[in-house]
T-cell receptor, first 111, second 114 residues
């Protein structure tokens, strides 16, 4: 059983479409991170959400942390081919400071 | 350096041979992590170093895997008697002080065991 469940697993869309991906858990997190990983590269940190209900925006990307701090979502507006990649959420529910990762959502944006 | 550096980028080895993978973390980062990523899978935690504390080895899959870190700098991950199931990308990450889970990753070492 995955500590962090991400959905959907795969997403293939056209340029200009909007999309939302989800990261869910039954555990409470003090913070959650979102990363993007491109082929042949390591994950790159996008954002950290800390407060329940928090919304953070990074250009066309909007991140939300659930009120109970058990889930998070990433919404992309007007997706572009450069958004293509594997989106990973990560957190540490047990205070060990070791990031546990979900399996990710693989996004392909077609021109 | 400016980021986490891993070497080699790619390694092909014969089954049964030993391999050493190297990680240079961001200068000043006290926490260092190793992860394994199999094709199409998420990141599997292997080992965690924080300062001078004893490493957390709870993710190492077998006693063929070991890792060392010199002070708060370079780390090496060693896999002895490699097996085909060890084929994966091995990712190293470092963090400022290990007090949160914001990690900065290297580009990974792609290991292929033939």
């Amino acid at each position: 059983t995955q500590l962090l469940e991400q959905s959907p697993q795969f997403l293939s869309i056209q340029e200009g479409e909007n999309l939302t991906v989800y990261c869910n858990s039954s555990s409470v997190f003090s913070s959650l991170q979102w990363y993007r990983q491109e082929p042949g590269e390591g994950p790159v940190l996008l954002v950290t959400v800390v407060t329940g209900g928090e919304v953070k925006k990074l250009k066309r990307l909007t991140f939300q942390f659930g009120d109970a701090r058990k889930d998070s979502s990433l919404h992309i507006t007007a997706a572009q081919p450069g958004d293509t990649g594997l989106y990973l959420c990560a957190g540490d529910p047990g205070g060990s400071y070791i990031p546990t990762f979900g399996r990710g959502t693989s996004l392909i944006v077609h021109p | 350096g400016a980021g986490v550096s891993q070497s080699p980028s790619n390694k092909v080895t014969e089954k049964g041979k030993d391999v050493e993978l190297r990680c240079d973390p961001i200068s000043g980062h006290t926490a260092l992590y190793w992860y394994r990523q199999r094709l199409g899978q998420g990141l599997e935690f292997l080992i965690y170093f924080q300062g001078n504390s004893a490493p957390d080895k709870s993710g190492l899959p077998s006693d063929r895997f070991s890792a060392e870190r010199t002070g708060e700098s370079v780390s090496t991950l060693t896999i002895q008697r490699t097996q085909q199931e060890d084929s994966a990308v091995y990712l190293c990450a470092s963090s400022w002080n290990g007090m949160n889970t914001e990690a900065f990753f290297g580009q990974g070492t792609r290991l292929t065991v033939v």
